[in-house]
């Protein structure tokens, strides 16, 4: 079996106590690093050594013929990454136990998925992704606030989810933005306070349930029927709803506000509803992950 079936992209050791240190004074090739590990003894749960120097580091994958005995001697040796392609950084910050934090850090450095990067990060503790590449999901969401509530929830999540590699990007719908599709407007009417924005001209919030003016609403669906039972008028509406965006096709979390307790897929598109808790957006994410993977 090759490297790449046994390793294959965003390959981060878990748990990392497989994950051996040590400094190395001799030649970074393939023969010399086998020939200094070689029967060497070796702690049961290793299975790979980061061999590191000043300017260079290189990891190895070790096998032993007992795996019971505390400490045993190495029988194989094969080579993950030579100095060539590997990277070091040490970077307090980064949780070496996540993966998505590992990439986030290679795509920092503009590493590409040929790389190896070791990182010495929180309380200490090491740990390296191989081969970069991590899983790419869009989180639509409307700003103001920013950052938008359900990126920033997301991030949450995989920041403490066991979850493969992702990048979560970000693609805002800005109401500011959409306020232009109807510039001449007397007044505008948008769904609550809690975005904190206001126009040059006046601006009301659906929630507030104000006295009826000859307004714009930039709305979505469940406003407009808010709207008709408040007021028992139609009001002319820019759409807000991130499920309307266009789609491209890419992986993409979304919300809804038609959505109250339960999530749905449409094509590459996981919706959750508007206020999704972070177990919701989870579910969201490992869905998406699993439409990746069919």
Known sequence: ???????????????????????????MTPETITAHLLG??????????????????????VEREDEKS????????????????????????????????????????????????????????????????????????????????????????VAYVDLPAVELQPRNIDLRDLAQQSPDASAYLIPCRASGLEFDVPTYFLDERPEKQDWVMIACERSRQIHRHFYQAEAPCIELCPRRQAHDGNLQLVKCCLLE?????????????????????ESGLRKLIELHEQ
């Open 70 to 157: 505390l400490f045993s001697p190495i029988t194989a040796v094969s080579i993950l990454a030579l100095p060539e392609t590997c990277w070091r950084v040490e970077d307090k910050t980064v949780d070496t136990g996540n993966p998505s934090a590992l990439a986030a850090k290679a795509r920092e450095l503009r590493l590409d998925s040929s790389a190896t990067l070791v990182v010495h990060g929180l309380d200490g503790h090491v740990n390296f992704i191989h081969r970069p590449a991590p899983l790419k999901i869009e989180v639509i969401d409307v700003i103001p606030p920013e950052p938008p509530k359900l990126y920033r929830m997301a991030q949450q999540v």
């Open 1 to 27: 079996m090759t490297s790449e079936a046994l390793f294959p992209q965003n390959f981060v050791p878990f748990p990392y106590r497989q994950v051996s240190v040590q400094p190395y004074y001799a030649a």
């Open 40 to 61: 060497k003894d070796s702690y049961r749960r290793t299975r790979f050594v980061i061999l590191e120097q000043p300017e260079a580091c290189a990891v190895a994958v």
């Open 261 to 281: 307790d339960q999530l749905e897929i449409d094509g590459n598109r996981v919706i959750v509803p508007w206020g999704a808790s972070l177990l919701q957006i």
